[in-house]
Every structure is written in C-alpha cells, then in structure tokens.
C-alpha cells in the first residue's frame, strides 16, 4: 500500500437524501428550525422554497461517505474549514470528491497529518459545500495487517 500523495483524488459513492433522513436527522440534533419543519413557513419567507437540509447534516453525511476509505486509520479530526455554496435539497444524490492538498510526517513516526479539499456534489455535479478537513491518521506501517482483525 502507497501513502497518500499530494494532488491524489479519488471519489465516494453517492446517496440521496430523503425526506425520513432530514425527519431523523432534525429530531435527533434537536435542530427542529421552522425553515426545515414548517413547508408553509418555508414556502413563504425563504428565498429557497424546495425542501433542504441544513449544512450540519450534509457534512455528517459526506463524513459518512468517506468512512470506508479510511476504515481504522483517523486518529484525530484537527481542525475544518467548511463553505455553502448551495443548498442541498431533498432528493438529491450527492458524493464526495476528495483532493489530497497537504501530508506531513509527525515526531512519531506512526502517523501523518493529512489535510484534504472535500467537495459534496450533487447528481448534476454542482459543487454545494467544500471543506478542508485536517486530520491525523496512522502511517502505511501502522495500518498493515489492520483488516486482518475484521
């Protein structure tokens, strides 16, 4: 197995979002805000008239896109940068695009720091939110033999 490299891209599958995912997300966080709960609310007084969900849960669900493809290996979230471009609506199908922007050994030599540029896109291949996410994760050395426990 290969180390990340700068500039590496890769992409995740994708998932639509539903009407029960925003229900079990809003009641769940407690984010019951009329803009997501209220369809004559939202229909009358916000510029965006189709059902959304807020940011909070598109980010969640990206996060969980990308889970498979570093399965035991995070060892810490460090810091994020995150920006909307653009609603994400109910029936949307999005994915993540991942670019690898930096890596960089740490003092110990079992781990790196790796910070990478997150698109969640939708079906149509509109960029909606990017986010920097900087994380720790366990070094090629570390992770061999990792699955050999699942």
């Given amino acids: 197995r290969e180390e990340l490299s700068v500039g590496e891209k890769f992409r995740t599958v994708g998932r639509t979002i539903t009407e029960a995912d925003l229900a079990s997300f809003l009641g769940l966080s407690g984010m019951n805000e009329v803009i997501f709960t209220d369809d004559l609310f939202r229909e009358n007084h916000s510029v965006i008239k189709e059902k959304f969900i807020p940011g909070a849960m598109a980010y969640i ?10 399965q035991g290996t995070g060892l810490a979230f460090l810091n994020m940068e995150l ?7 109910v029936g949307d199908t999005i994915h993540v695009e991942v670019e690898v922007l930096s890596v960089r050994k740490t003092s110990k ?14 079906q149509d ?7 920097t996410p900087l994380r720790m994760m366990k070094s090629v050395a570390e992770r061999d033999g990792l699955n050999d426990d699942y």
């Fill in 109 to 122: 030599s079992d781990r790196g720091i790796v910070q990478t540029k997150n698109e969640i896109k939708n």
């Fill in 61 to 70: 669900f990206a996060e969980g896109l990308l889970i498979p493809t570093m």
């Fill in 83 to 89: 920006s909307v471009h653009q609603p994400i609506k």
């Fill in 125 to 131: 291949g509109d960029v909606l939110i990017t986010y």
